[in-house]
């Protein structure tokens, strides 16, 4: 059964970091460009990084970029958002999944909770 497992979110001061994992179960894993997303209470989940399959290219939301930084493991079928400079608009639930988020290949998981806040 394949599955995502988001972890390491956590309450952050404004200007501080953290660093996010998604790891994923099966085979699939490094064929997909992957990508973290966010959701804020009454918000539409949005896009903040994804990466290509082999970890060669990123994208950045304008909002993150400078500040975010994606990466992936496929040894480890993991892949890490390390976040710095956090502000309190960053609050939300990240996701990880395959970009585009259209047909994800993964049953979205729980999210992590990132509260930035002082």
């Known amino acids: 059964q394949v599955q995502l497992v988001e972890s390491g979110g956590g309450l952050v001061q404004p200007g501080g970091s953290l660093r996010l994992s998604c790891t994923a179960s099966?085979?699939?894993?490094?064929?997909?460009?992957m990508a973290w997303y966010r959701q804020a209470p009454g918000k539409r989940r949005e896009l903040v990084a994804s990466?290509?399959?082999?970890?060669?290219?990123?994208n950045y939301a304008d909002s993150v970029k400078g500040r975010f930084t994606i990466s992936r493991d496929n040894a480890k079928n993991t892949v890490y958002l390390q976040m710095s400079s956090l502000k309190p608009e960053d609050t939300a639930v990240y996701y990880c999944?395959?970009?585009?988020?259209?047909?994800?290949?993964?049953?979205w998981g729980q999210g992590t909770q990132v509260t930035v806040s002082s």
């Open positions: 999944n395959s970009d585009p988020p259209t047909y994800p290949a993964y049953p």
């Open positions: 990466i290509s399959s082999s970890g060669s290219s990123t």
């Open positions: 099966g085979s699939i894993f490094s064929i997909h460009r």
